[in-house]
């Protein structure tokens, strides 16, 4: 230790606490499993899947502990059930009986409704989202919301041609408010959150 000033190791100590203290509060929180499929099939699906995850992420890290869980996709598609939105909510709690959640946000990404809208003057886009979402608590054994957020944008142009992709995002956005919406009113969050810091949306394999 020769080479560690007083201060040094100070500020080392200081650090361990301060990470066991973070993992601790972060096994203290919710456990929120995250299980979204796109079906968009579009060729900005990364952006997409950006938007929605990256939006859960911020409503919910620092009051949940959330991981995303693709596996469960897989493994209800072994039981024959390949459209996530039509899984009944005692199937999904089957394949995630083992894993402790507390919480199941299952999302799926429905195909686009696109249509073309024109004037002497303009060319415009109007964009549908729709949404499937269900909410579980695992504890309660019951669904905390079990819907369809849709939401549409639209845009035009005077002068050459509006993009899908940025149409699209606005649509997807108002979808993420209406969400964000629900996830306060519908989920409790941890009791203390206070100083916990940002948690990143874990990918499980």
């Given amino acids: 230790m020769k080479n560690f000033s007083p201060v040094k190791i100070l500020f080392l100590t200081l650090a361990l606490m301060l990470t066991a203290l973070s993992a601790a509060m972060a096994a203290e929180m919710p456990r929120v499993a995250i299980i979204y499929a796109n079906n968009a099939n579009t060729t900005y699906d990364d952006a997409i899947n950006d938007c929605i995850l990256q939006n859960l992420d911020k409503e919910l890290s620092g009051k949940f502990n959330v991981s995303r869980s693709d596996a469960v996709i897989q493994k209800l598609a ?27 946000i299952c999302l799926t990404l429905e195909p686009f409704q696109r249509k073309e809208k024109f004037s002497v003057f303009t060319q415009g886009i109007e964009i549908i989202a729709s949404v499937p979402v269900k909410i579980i608590d695992v504890k309660g054994d019951r669904y905390i919301y079990n819907g369809k957020f849709v939401e549409k944008h639209y845009d035009s142009t005077w002068i050459g041609t509006v993009g899908n992709k940025s149409v699209a995002l606005e649509a997807l956005n108002k979808v993420n408010k209406g969400l964000n919406k629900v996830l306060r009113e519908k989920m409790p969050a941890a009791k203390d959150s206070a100083g916990a810091k940002d948690n990143v949306i874990r990918k499980e394999i």
């Fill in 78 to 104: 072994d039981k024959g059930m390949t459209d996530l939105s039509m899984a009944e909510r005692r199937d999904i709690m089957d394949v995630v009986a083992d894993e402790g959640f507390d919480y199941i």
